[in-house]
């Protein structure tokens, strides 16, 4: 057993524009997360987990409290080749998880845009996939949980004997305690490839009904939004379904090694390189160019038809690691919006004339149908989501910014939606735009478990 620390550090959210300043402990087992929350409880401080802190802005920080990482607790615990039930440590991310299993014809039944989530994050958030309104949210294939709440007393929670005190835990933020493990039922898949399908939109109400349509007769389906310009809400969709077990691809990619993210983006630049001339483009005409030019392509190609492993297909953002240097130092953040199906199109519109409006458009978008389930976190419903990437600029840039996002919850809350924990710190409900270091802004108007008010500085 070891409890290093605690150690008073400044953490940021992952989007680089939200921080705050903690007591942090860094466990390198069970037994040391539970010294460090004795410890942190003894000092009165509040209390957060945080997995790998890919949440983009304010869920995973604690100001003037005790974060608690669970880097410590990584690793599979066991693996049942035949039922695909796994029970892994919760600091295990998504990309240790599948590389294990993925020999076995198993892997991970929803997965976000990343693989470097950890499991304890992706059920605190109950995170969504490409797959939402085909597979539900993460939360609907999980088994149970080992949980350490605020008393030190650690204790199994499962879907079999306390499937109301499961569904808390699921999407509660962490706010009922430090999840240890997770056990999880698996997606059998018979190939490591998936086929894709693409093609461009000419419009929003077009996006929107080529996802509605999507989601009957796919496993997966997204769309990227183009927010520029006079032609904002054009898009291209993608769907995927998984191979049958009858396709000459069955048996083929189900190693770590083929799942692999290709070197080189469009086989000619570096992975790693790619930062450089992405920044340089990071203004706003070299946005609309981007977008003008993924949309072209899409167009010129038609519609196309391929196959591509579920990395790929998964973890676009992965191919860039560190992509979100493009932003720094000021940062970025993501708004992203949940509306019901029917307010979908009057919702997005008036985002997008916002944008427009306010001279703010969001760089990168991506809209995903939605269905409604039980969940803590609150903002699964039978919808869509539009989820747009705004820089944090200064002066002007910032104050538009902070207008914008005041803009979009009006229209979210009109459309009777909502926003996402995971990705919010902005919206008025939980925080607001803020300034490096600003304790003004502190993150952490969502309240923690085993709270202590006011909370003493670290
Ligand atoms: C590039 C990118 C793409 C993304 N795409 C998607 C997407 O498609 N869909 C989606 O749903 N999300 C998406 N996200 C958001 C991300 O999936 C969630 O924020 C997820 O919760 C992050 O996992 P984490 O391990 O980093 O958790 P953290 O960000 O560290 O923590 C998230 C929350 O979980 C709690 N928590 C973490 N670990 C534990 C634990 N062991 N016990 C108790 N509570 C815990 C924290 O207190 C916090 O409230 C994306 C993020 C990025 C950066």
């Known amino acids: 057993m070891t409890a290093a620390g605690p150690r008073v550090e400044v953490l940021a959210g992952w989007g680089m524009a939200h921080h705050a300043r903690s007591r942090v402990y860094r466990p390198a087992d069970e037994e040391g997360v539970a010294h460090a929350v004795n410890d942190a409880v003894a000092r009165g401080l509040s209390l957060t987990a945080r997995g790998a802190g890919l949440s983009?802005?304010?869920?995973?920080?604690?100001?003037?409290?005790?974060?608690?990482?669970?880097?410590?607790?990584?690793?599979?615990v066991s693996f049942d080749p035949a039922s695909?039930?796994?029970?892994?440590?919760?600091?295990t991310t998504l990309r240790e998880l599948w590389t294990r299993t993925i020999s076995q014809g198993w892997w991970p039944p929803v997965v976000p845009g990343t693989m470097e989530v950890t499991l304890g994050g992706c059920v605190a958030m109950n995170v969504h996939g490409k797959n939402h309104a085909q597979s539900g949210a993460f939360g609907a294939h999980v088994e149970g949980v080992t949980l350490l709440d605020g008393d030190g007393a650690t204790r199994r929670v499962t879907r079999e004997e306390s499937p109301a005190e499961l569904a808390a835990v699921v999407g509660g933020m962490g706010l009922g305690g430090v999840i240890l493990d997770?056990?999880?039922?698996?997606?059998?898949?018979?190939?490591?490839?998936l086929a894709v399908e693409g093609w461009a939109t000419r419009s929003l109400e077009d996006t929107l009904e080529a996802l509605r349509a999507g989601v009957a007769d796919s496993d997966y389906t997204v769309a990227w939004l183009d927010c520029t310009g006079g032609r904002a809400g054009r898009g291209v969709v993608h769907t995927a379904r998984h191979l049958d077990e009858g396709h000459p691809l069955v048996?083929?990619?189900?190693?770590?090694?083929?799942?692999?993210?290709p070197s080189r983006i469009a086989g000619v630049l570096p992975r790693e390189w790619a930062v450089a001339p992405l920044k340089a483009l990071n203004r706003p005409a070299g946005i609309r160019l981007l977008n003008a030019a993924k949309h072209g392509a899409a167009r010129v190609r038609g519609r196309s038809r391929y196959?591509?492993?579920?990395?790929?297909?998964?973890?676009l953002l992965d191919h860039v690691p560190g992509w979100k240097r493009i932003y720094a130092p000021a940062g970025?953040?993501?708004?992203?919006?949940?509306?019901?199906?029917?307010?979908?199109?009057?919702?997005?519109?008036?985002a997008l004339e916002r944008q427009r409006a306010l001279g703010v458009p969001g760089h990168l978008a991506v809209v995903k149908r939605h269905r409604a389930e039980e969940s803590a976190a609150g903002y699964c419903m039978d919808g869509y989501s539009?989820?747009?990437?705004?820089?944090?600029?200064?002066g002007e840039g910032y104050t538009r910014l902070v207008r914008?996002?005041?803009e979009l919850d009006a229209v979210q809350a009109a459309s009777g939606g909502t926003v996402y924990a995971a990705k919010d710190a902005v919206s008025a409900g939980l925080g607001r735009l803020p300034r490096k270091h600003d304790p003004r802004f502190s993150s952490n108007l969502v309240r923690r478990w085993q709270a202590a008010s006011p909370h003493p500085q670290p």
């Open 251 to 261: 048996g083929e990619g189900l190693d770590a090694e083929a799942q692999g993210l």
């Open 307 to 315: 196959v591509q492993t579920h990395a790929a297909f998964h973890f």
């Open 386 to 394: 539009l989820a747009m990437d705004f820089p944090v600029g200064r």
């Open 182 to 193: 997770v056990t999880l039922r698996l997606k059998r898949v018979h190939s490591g490839f």
């Open 84 to 91: 695909g039930r796994v029970t892994a440590r919760a600091g």
């Open 332 to 350: 970025l953040i993501q708004y992203q919006m949940f509306v019901p199906a029917e307010s979908a199109l009057s919702a997005f519109s008036a």
């Open 56 to 76: 983009y802005g304010d869920a995973a920080l604690n100001q003037g409290g005790a974060v608690v990482l669970t880097e410590g607790l990584a690793g599979v």
């Open 404 to 406: 914008l996002c005041a």
